[in-house]
């Protein structure tokens, strides 16, 4: 038994483990490099993308990019996922600046716009090209969605507990918001920015805002007139 537990013996075990912990390392970090030629490549040639395309900007071959991703549908969840995590932070701090509801609502349509001027070619690869390669069974870009939604949502509740309202409909109000912005922006992109990015903020807001203006203010609404059957 005790030659089981001599240091001769249970070395190997630790170093195996060693250089295990180091493939892995180089596993994840051959990943993101991967991910980094996939943007050049989106950006070089457009949303429509191939994977020979891909592997010439990693300097490589598809065999190597097939060997660090099951397939094009995992390459696809590494760069949204990549997307999320930068966009994500840039939405919640701009609803989370503070002031009015509405600088909020203009902010958050701000920041998300300006994600899609950015790169258009990048935000048509992860909102629209969706690979067929297999069911994406985690799509960060609609837990993207849902969680950008959940924040608007909690925004709105916010205000409306603030306005003495019922909070019930913040839900569906601030997935409903997130839903408006980003077809307009598909819009504006296919029309090729027909106007600047601040003008369609400021129109986004201002029709999201005659709807909520009533409901997330403490100042008094007009009375209805009732009107009599005719």
Do not use: N
Not at 71 to 83: G, I, S
Not at 107 to 130: M, T, W
Not at 144 to 167: I, K
Not at 178 to 193: F, K, M, N, P, S
């Amino acid at each position: 038994m005790k030659a089981e537990v001599r240091d001769g013996a249970a070395a190997p075990a630790r170093s195996r483990d060693r250089r295990d912990s180091r493939w892995d390392e180089h596993r994840r970090a051959r990943r993101e490099q991967l991910v980094d030629a996939t943007l050049a490549a989106i950006g070089r040639h457009g949303a429509g993308v191939g994977m020979d395309e891909i592997a010439a900007a990693a300097g490589t071959s598809k065999t190597v990019v097939y060997r660090h991703f099951t397939d094009r549908t995992d390459l696809y969840v590494a760069v949204c996922a990549r997307v999320a995590d930068q966009l994500l932070p840039r939405l919640r701090a701009a609803m989370e600046l503070g002031g009015t509801p509405r600088a909020m609502t203009t902010a958050a349509v701000e920041a998300y716009l300006a994600f899609c001027e950015a790169d258009p070619e990048l935000y048509r690869f992860v909102v629209h090209l969706h690979p067929t390669d297999r069911p994406v069974d985690a799509d960060p870009i609609d837990s993207l969605s849902d969680l950008v939604g959940d924040q608007a949502a909690a925004l709105l509740r916010s205000a409306l507990t603030q306005a003495g309202r019922d909070p019930a409909p913040a839900g569906p109000w601030g997935h409903g918001l997130i839903g408006l912005v980003r077809a307009a922006a598909d819009w504006w992109l296919r029309a090729e920015r027909p106007m600047p990015r601040a003008e369609l903020a400021a129109h986004l807001t201002e029709l999201a805002w005659a709807g909520l203006s009533g409901v997330v203010t403490t100042e008094p609404r007009p009375a209805t007139e009732a009107t009599e059957d005719l």
